[in-house]
């Protein structure tokens, strides 16, 4: 799902999200704010808890990561029809989840709180922040 060479020689990330946000979060930082949920006791049982690190559109991300990695990538946003017809295993799937989350942004951004996330782990990264500790770690194909 990382960047891809086109023909035209240009890297792209491609994904069925228009200009919709995206929720993300470093997976170290969600077990960081489940402990810290668990440090709290009783407090959260029975309610359901939300987190995320940013909500970014995946232009935001595509100019994160030229700037990290050092070399331009640009997004292309495609239909969810198109996107589950690249035929790789589970488009489908991957194809129907970007769609739920283009076409119901608002609930899905609103119900992660960056804030409280923040509150649960002061040291909660940004995607850049991110990107800085693994950008060796993303292949360009």
């Known amino acids: 799902m990382g960047p891809k060479k086109g023909s035209d020689g240009k890297y792209a990330i491609t994904f069925p999200m228009g200009t919709a946000r995206l929720s993300g979060i470093a997976a170290e930082d969600i077990g960081k704010c489940a402990y810290a949920l668990f440090k709290r006791g009783k407090e959260f049982i029975g309610k359901t808890i939300g ?11 595509a100019k994160s990561m030229t700037k990290a990695l050092g070399v331009e990538i640009q997004y292309n946003s495609v239909p969810p029809d198109v996107y589950r017809g690249f035929g790789f295993p589970g488009a489908d799937d991957v194809g129907n989840m970007f769609q739920i989350y283009m076409e119901f942004e608002g609930p899905f951004t609103d119900m992660r709180d960056v804030n409280f996330a923040r509150q649960l782990n002061p040291q909660l990264k940004t995607f850049d922040q991110w990107l800085g500790q693994n950008k060796s770690r993303i292949p360009l194909e």
């Open 51 to 61: 987190i995320a690190g940013e909500h970014l559109t995946l232009e935001t991300m």
